[in-house]
DNA sequence: TCTTGTTAGATTGTCGACAATCTGATTGTC
DNA sequence: GACAATCAGATTGTCGACAATCTAACAAGA
C-alpha cells in the first residue's frame, strides 16, 4: 500500500481570500502606513458584501498589521523606528532561542530545506525581484522557527515577521536602489551547517543588525519628515 | 489652570463586549478546550446579532485560544501536554529578556506598583478567590513586561498569558484543592527590587520552574485517560 | 473673532434573511 | 447485512438594508 500525504484542501470561504489579499496589499507596501481602509470602497472593489470583509479586517487588526477605532475606521499601522527597534532587539533573542532549539534537531532534510530556501533567495536576486526577495529571505530565516518544533514560538515568530516584511519592502520601496547582488546568507548558511551553534547565533545577531542598521536609519529619516497622513 | 489627564473612553462596540466576555468565560475555564461555540445560541442568549458575535470571535481565533474550521465551527482550544511545554519554555527566554529590559528603568513607581500588585495576590489568597488568584499572579509577573516598554514584547507575553491562564484555571479546577497559603512571590519580588539582576532571572526560571511542573503532570493526566469530546 | 449649536453627508456598527455546506439518518439496492 | 445514494435538519457563510456615530461645514450668538 502506497503511503500518500495529503494536505489540507484550501479555505474555500471568502473571508479567507480576503485575508489573503489586503495583508499582500499590507505587506508589499501597495497600502501605506496610515492609510485609511474604506469598507464600502473595498468591499465594492473585491465584489463582496462588508460582512466576510469586516471579518476579515479583524483578524488582520489582531495580527498587528492594522489598528481599529471604532466609528472612526480601520488603518494600517503605523511605523516608527521604536516599532521596529522593539520588533528588532526582541527578534534578536527569539533568533538565539530558536536556533538553540533546532540545532539537535537539524537532519538531511533541514539541510536540503536550507539549500532550496537560500536558492530561492538567490534566484529572486537574479530576477531583481525585490519584492519575492524580501519574502525569500524571511523564509529562509524562518526555517529556524519552522524546526524548533515549538508551536508557540513560530506563531510569536510569524506575527514578528509580518511587521518586518512591511519594514523592509517600504525601505526598498523608498531607497529604490538595485538590490544587493552579493550573497549575504551564504554565511548563515554554512554556520548552520557547521558543528559550533554559538558561532552561527552569534552571527544571526550580527548578520540581522546589519539589515536592522539600514532600516531604522530609513525609519528615523522619515520621522524627522513626518507626513500629513493620507 | 489644573491639568487633569483623562483615558481613552471605553469601547462602546458591542463587539468589543462580547470579545470580554468570552474571553473572560473561556480563561476561567467556564467553556471547556475542544469545546464548540454555536453562534446562534450564544448570540440569544446575549441578545445580540450573529454579525458582532462573529467579529469576536475572529478576535478571539487570533488571539489564539479560540480554532476555527470553515462550515464547522469555531472551539476552545485544545491544551496538550505539548503546548503547556513550548509556552513554558518561550516563557522563560522572556522573562529573562524582559528583567534584562526593565532592570535599569526601575523607579519608585515600578517598585510600589510591585508592592501593590503583590498585595493584590496576598489579598486574593486570603479571600481563597482561586480565579482572582491566579489573574494578580499573572498582572504581578506581568509588571516586568510593562515596564520593559518594548511593544511587540508585550504583545506577546499577553498572548502567551492567554493560553497560560487558561491553563492554570484548568488545573486549579480540576485539583479542586485550597490553595497555596505561603507567599511564593515573596522572594521574586524582593531580588525584583535587589541589586543582582542575574539573581533576579535565574529565579524567574527556577520559580516558574514550579508551577510548570504541576500544570504539566496535570496535562499528561488528562492526556493519559482522553476525554470522548463535547 | 471666537465659541457654540445645528445639520447634512459619509462611514461604521448591527440586524434579519437567504445561500452554501456539513452531518446524520433513512432508504434502496446488491 | 453491507454499502451507496438521497434527503432533511442544523449550522456556518454571505448578503443587502437600516441604525448609530462621526466629521466637517455652516449659522447664530456673545
Known sequence: MVKTEFSPIADT????????????????????????????????????????LREAMRELVQEGILTSIPYAGTFVIDVTAKDI????????????FAIEQTW???????????????EAVKQATR???????IESALQLHGLIYE??????????????????QMYFALHQQARNEPVPAEDVHETYVRLLKGTDMRAAQRHAREHI?????????????????PSKGA
Chains 1, 2 share one sequence.
Open 13 to 52: 470561504t471568502r473571508r479567507a481570500e480576503i485575508v489573503a489579499l489586503l495583508r499582500r496589499a499590507i505587506l508589499t507596501g501597495q497600502l501605506e502606513p496610515g492609510q485609511k481602509l474604506n469598507e464600502l470602497r473595498i468591499s465594492e472593489q473585491m465584489r463582496v458584501s462588508r460582512a466576510p
Open 85 to 96: 527597534d522593539d520588533a528588532y532587539s526582541l527578534n534578536k533573542v527569539l533568533d538565539e
Open 104 to 118: 539537535p534537531q537539524r537532519d538531511r532534510r533541514f539541510f536540503d530545506e536550507l539549500d532550496r530556501r537560500h
Open 127 to 133: 530576477d531583481l525581484d525585490t519584492t519575492r526577495q
Open 147 to 164: 524546526w524548533a518544533d515549538n508551536s508557540v514560538l513560530l506563531e510569536t515568530w510569524q506575527r514578528l515577521i509580518s511587521r518586518l
Open 209 to 225: 543588525n546589519l539589515d536592522f542598521e539600514q532600516l531604522l536609519s530609513y525609519a528615523r529619516s522619515l520621522e524627522q519628515r
